[in-house]
């Protein structure tokens, strides 16, 4: 496709106008970075296979009733969604104790957790993301009451989905970030599931060894990050067919 107007470059991601107005193509990059950009380096061949996790998820979702921005792949590092607004916030959903949740309440990673826990950052790398609560949202306008309650009960559902596809495929899903963004119809105002569900946004441990299987690798130099991803890949059964075989030889993980 010919290049065409870049809209925003992010730390994963590059969005370019889409060829129909309200589309957008989102382009994934191999770029990575933890610790609110801290830690930079890059993933060789990451885009190209979370742009095929986050298609098969999304498909599904979809099929399940959840509205997303997504409309179809349209090559190996780009697809076309819808272009939203994109709600200031990033939504946690968490299974077990890991990352931040653990270090901030001193609670062991890996311990589960009785039920499903829902947390609201605001979307502020200057800030580096804080954790808020719900009555930040509403006081500071960020989603209205509404919007709130659709994104929460959205998130749990996407929670069980995601469970279930994760745990046929000997995976536990620990917990994950989504992103929502308004859609402006004819109608009015649409609520989206938008960005990306990949191992660059969700922690996946393997459930027989505990292996990590998503960005952790990264963040914390473990190294065999394109293995892991391309583990999730093949048991999704959308392992792209030139990674195929290869076992990542000849291709690795770079620190920058
Ligand atoms: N996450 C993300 N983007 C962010 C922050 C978190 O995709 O900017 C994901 C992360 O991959 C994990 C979940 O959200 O699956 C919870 O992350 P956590 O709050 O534990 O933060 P971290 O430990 O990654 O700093």
Request: aromatic share 8%; proline share 3%; with cysteine.
């Amino acid at each position: 496709m010919s290049r065409r107007r870049q809209i925003y470059e992010g730390k994963a991601k590059i969005l370019y106008e889409g060829p129909e107005p309200g589309t957008i193509i989102q382009y994934f990059k191999d770029d990575a970075t933890a610790f609110n950009a801290q830690k930079k380096g890059s993933i060789s061949g990451k885009g190209v296979i979370n742009n095929r996790i986050s298609e098969h998820i999304y498909g599904i979702l979809e099929g399940m009733g959840i509205p997303t921005h997504f409309i179809k792949r349209v090559n190996m590092r780009e697809q076309l969604v819808k272009k939203v607004d994109i709600v200031p916030l990033e939504i946690i959903v968490r299974n077990v104790a890991a990352g931040s949740m653990s270090k901030r309440l001193g609670i062991e990673e890996g311990t589960p957790l009785s039920r499903a826990i829902v947390e609201f950052c605001l979307k502020d790398d200057a800030l580096g993301d804080p954790l808020i609560a719900e009555e930040h949202v509403l006081a500071f306008g960020w989603a209205s009451e509404e919007e709130l309650d659709e994104i929460t009960a959205t998130a749990l559902r996407v929670n069980d989905i995601m469970s279930g596809i994760f745990a046929a495929i000997g995976i536990k899903l620990i917990d994950f970030k989504l992103e929502f963004g308004r859609h402006y119809t004819d109608d009015g105002i649409e609520l989206l599931l938008a960005d990306e569900i990949s191992p660059d946004s969700c922690r996946f441990w393997d459930i027989k060894t505990m292996e990590k299987l998503d960005k952790d690798r990264f963040r914390r130099d473990l190294g065999g990050e394109v293995e892991a991803y391309q583990e999730v890949a093949r048991r999704l059964g959308v392992l792209p067919e030139e990674a195929e075989g290869n076992n990542g030889a000849g291709i690795k993980a770079v620190g920058k």
